[in-house]
């Protein structure tokens, strides 16, 4: 085992805004200068010395990134403070792993409103050998039923409602997850890894300008008495930018957490307080102590899905999440296609690209509306979820593309299926964070984590500490089928039962060289149901059209649900909308956040990316 080093640095950033000969209005600027200077220190008693880094003022919008080459490690995440905090890790003799926990529990207090100890999250990592894959979705209660968000008279509640309420809170599953992938994976002391956040949460972090943004349009996260209590003034405003915010609730979450492990948080004390604020909404939900108390006994680990392509192999999450499957039956498609002879004008993907990529995105979101649930109450079209990525399956959807543009598609039969199931429609989901790092030994991570909405449930918890502050629920379980059934009667796969998970979109991917098993590349992103275009889109342009990671990245975003189109806002020429729209496809023009990180591997290292949507950077030697 490393023994761990003492890091003393100072990590500034600093944004430069100028002209560009090219016209790019903003250039990022990430400058590293180390320093003895110990002013907001934390340490740990093995000899771990965590300085908080001078803090940005991100803009929001689209800043340009410039993409960062390092030689011996990397680091992406979404939130400057939480790339730190994971840089600091392996500096001091960290693994992957021990990076990922790090950034997690700096998101928690840094970026609230996509992540958080109070949610869930999908973990791949690979040691050079083996893939190794981790679930710890967020759970429905056991008292948790197919009509949980009908109302009073018998109608379905509408979304936002579900959403705001006490009946959309899964049982968190991050921290009982990540303690399980340390127990396996983990270099330094668990205890180690919470310093950051922890120092962090006492003495205070500056708000961003997208933190109080999001924070100032969220009306709902007022209602919250603790919530209101944190992030707003005497007078309902938000903080503003660069206002120093301590979290002294979250920060004696960390500290028991930090000495506890998983037992720290799935006890009696923080149970009961979620469980209060879950019930005392006025909206209630069906949670109690005992299902939060038994979340850690099982094993989170499962089997990673691997899918060959080309010369590569990709290896995402199974079900629960779509995103593999859906992911690779568009690559699996299109590979039976005739590739246009032009697929990239400029850096815009031309209208007969698109054409082929949505048709092939509109095949696949039928299938994952059909089939996709939580596997252990979902059974897969003949007996296997590979069934769905069967060459001839593929080949046979993808004649169904032709050159006009279907309106939807139907779900296809790869199989003798075992059960008949109602085709779920798509709905809302938004908040998410991805983390990608590879450490000093090779070792990678690719996480997605997520709390699933903006904020949540927009419910906190204090975790029964009494102190100012806490931590944000999920709303994962408006992730299931608000309806249980079709207008047939057919159930859906991805209906509310006890005891189940929802299905997600989530679709953190690890990549290796087929012949030789190397890394290749580490990405995924937040988004929703759109992760799974963006996480596509970055693999095609990394592996497909050769970018680097940030210019792939870098790409406009596009979206289909099997339906019609989204495009991201002002990125598409008017001749290639156009030319989509003569093919019959609906089209709207609309912002499409993506918070995409990959780290791909180089002849001299690595080359890191993240998306200039969000406030993410990259760090590493």
Known sequence: MLKPTTVKFLFIISLQTMKSSSLIPYLLAISLFFSVLFIGCGQTESGVTYTIPEQPEMATGYTEKPGWATSEFSVAAANPLATDAGYQIIKAGGSA????????????????????????????????????????????????????????????????????????????????????????????????????????????????????????????????????????????????????????????????????????????????NIVDRVKGHERPGKMEVEDILTYPDQSFKVDAMCSDWRSYEICGMPPPSSGHIAIMQMLGIMENLQTPDVVLEGDVPSA??????????????????????????????ANSWFSLLGDDYLQERASLISDNAMESAEAGVPGPLTAVYGMQPEQPDKGTSHISIVDRDGNSVSMTTTIENGFGSRIMSDGGTGLKGGFLLNNELTDFARVPEDLEGNPMANRVEGGKVPRSSMSPSLIFDKESGEFVASVGSPGGAAIIHYTAKAIIGMLDWELNAQDAINLPNFANYNGPTLLEDQRFTAEVIEALEAMGHEITERDLTSGIQAIQRTEDGYFGGADPRREGVVMGN
Request: glycine share 8%; net charge negative.
């Open 352 to 381: 007969a690209w698109m054409h082929q990529y949505l048709e092939s995105a509109k095949l696949a979101f039928a299938d994952r509306a059909q089939y996709i649930g939580d596997p252990n109450f979902a059974e897969p079209p």
């Open 97 to 272: 792993v021990d990076a990922a926990i790090a950034v997690q529990m700096v998101l928690t207090l840094a970026e609230p409103q996509s992540s958080g100890i109070g949610g869930g999250a999908f973990l791949l990592t690979s040691d050079g050998e083996s893939v190794h894959t981790y679930n710890g979705r967020e759970r429905a209660p056991a008292a948790a039923h197919e009509k949980l968000f009908y109302d009073e008279n018998d109608e379905p509640l509408p979304y936002r409602d579900a959403v705001r309420s006490g009946l959309s809170v899964g049982v968190p599953g991050t921290v009982a997850m990540l303690a399980y992938a340390h127990q396996e994976h983990g270099v330094l002391p668990w205890s180690d890894l919470f310093q950051p956040a922890i120092t962090l949460a006492e003495e205070g972090f500056n708000i961003s300008p997208r933190l109080q943004g999001l924070l100032d349009a969220d009306q709902s996260l007022r209602e919250d008495d603790i919530a209101r209590e944190l992030y707003y003034d005497e007078n309902g405003d938000a903080h503003p930018v660069g206002y120093t915010l301590k979290n002294p609730a979250l920060a004696e979450v960390f500290r028991n957490v930090a000495a506890e492990g998983s037992a720290g948080f799935y006890n009696e004390t923080v149970a009961q």
